[in-house]
């Protein structure tokens, strides 16, 4: 099956700064992706959805400034965790699918966050 | 009311058992189903995609009720490699991906 990559699988960093995390199609074009948190004993909570080329559409209470999401092309999105506090430690996974819409959705491995 | 609701969890069963999940979602024009499969700090993983049909897959049965608006997976003959939490996903109008808060399958021996 296609494969989704995803990196860092985990990182550790000071409360104040950024993480950059990728998400990259290898075998197909991902002309949507979406971005996941998941907090422990949770669901996976969608945190914003990205076609390539164009703005990421962000879902309530999810702050576009703070988790800045680029979708340069079809096989790269990036989620920035801007000026990161340890309230952001989560799980973070992203998800993507080619453009029909009965296809199924494929994930990465997904990056554990934790702020310190 | 959420958009896509699972019954909650958790669930346990003793091997060999039966066990169904449902879940329901709220906005009618949704378009794909899907069930998937997590395990503790991994991602989730496709268990079996939904047809109006229904469609069935060794022990697993996945059903969509349109009219009611839910969707069901059947697990026959547990197995103790099946306790894990399941989650649906639903492609809905809007061209998201929602998912469900997960239902959590223990099975004991």
């Known amino acids: 099956g296609a494969v989704v990559s995803q990196h860092p699988s985990w990182v550790i960093c000071k409360s104040g700064t950024s993480v950059k995390i990728e998400c990259r199609s290898l075998?197909?074009?991902?002309?949507?992706m979406f971005w996941y948190r998941q907090f422990p004993k949770q669901s996976l909570m969608l945190m914003a959805t990205?076609?390539?080329?164009?703005?990421?559409?962000?879902e309530q209470g999810v702050e576009k400034d703070k988790f800045l999401i680029n979708h340069a092309s079809l096989t790269l999105s990036t989620l920035t965790v801007t000026s990161a506090h340890p309230e952001d430690s989560s799980f973070y996974i992203c998800?993507?699918?080619?453009?029909?819409?009965?296809?199924?959705?494929?994930f990465g491995q997904g990056t554990r966050l934790t702020v310190v | 009311r959420k958009e896509v609701e699972q019954d909650p969890g958790p669930f346990n069963v003793p091997e060999g058992a039966t066990v169904a999940f449902n879940c329901t979602y709220s906005?009618?024009?949704?378009?794909?189903f899907f069930w998937y499969r997590q395990d503790c700090r991994k991602e989730p993983k496709l268990l079996m995609s939904?047809?109006?049909s229904g469609n069935e897959d060794g022990r697993f049965t996945a059903q969509l009720n349109r009219a009611s608006q839910y969707i069901s997976l059947l697990i026959r003959d547990s197995k103790l490699s099946d306790s894990a939490t399941y989650l649906c996903?639903?492609?809905?109008?809007?061209?998201?991906?929602?998912f469900g808060q997960g239902t959590e399958l223990s099975v004991k021996p």
């Open positions: 075998d197909f074009q991902a002309t949507t």
């Open positions: 906005n009618s024009a949704s378009q794909s």
């Open positions: 990205s076609n390539e080329g164009s703005k990421a559409t962000y």
């Open positions: 996903l639903i492609y809905n109008q809007g061209g998201k991906l929602i």
């Open positions: 998800s993507a699918r080619e453009g029909s819409r009965n296809t199924e959705a494929f």
């Open positions: 939904v047809y109006s």
